[in-house]
């Protein structure tokens, strides 16, 4: 068992309970996607992301033990990405990390902040062009997006998994990316 010291702190708080002006009662929330800690485990490690903590936490999968942790620059909304021993995580301080699934040593990473621009985002202050995204991870790709307001800038990244290397990158002038990516073949 593996207890976190503190619970999740969504991005997106529940709405009032009722709208006066248009009197609407019982109003539930549109965005509810970081209510838990999402975990992913492989080779006896489950990581998960932390949005109260902003870090990510690898425990043994038989102890509960802590086997590592690291910091993240901002809350993880997501669970990590585990592809070929190494876990991927993306911020909403607007960088994407990898690390080593049994060591926790940094392999990369890479700021997708388009400008080194920062707001206040639930009383912690987040990149203007946060990853909101999981990491999708396709023959040896890793594909994320920034940003959340397409009239400020969104944009698709695709780097080596391996490296981080800037494979390509693209402006998303019509989305507000907010949830796991989906690979879809012609």
Sequence with gaps: IYQPLVGPDPAWPAPADRDYWHQIRELNPLMTF???FQVVASEGVVV???SSENKVIAVNQLTGMTKWSAFTEGPVRFAPTIWEGTVYVGCDGGWVHAWDLQTGDLRWT???NLRDQR???NGKMISLFPIR???LI???VAYY???LFPLQGVEMHAVDAKTGEECWRQVCDSVSPQGYMLSASN
């Design 34 to 36: 970081d209510r838990a």
């Design 48 to 50: 998960f992301g932390s």
């Design 110 to 112: 890479k700021n997708a």
């Design 119 to 121: 707001l206040p985002g």
């Design 133 to 135: 995204t999981g990491i």
């Design 138 to 140: 396709e023959e040896g």
């Design 145 to 147: 997006m920034a940003g």
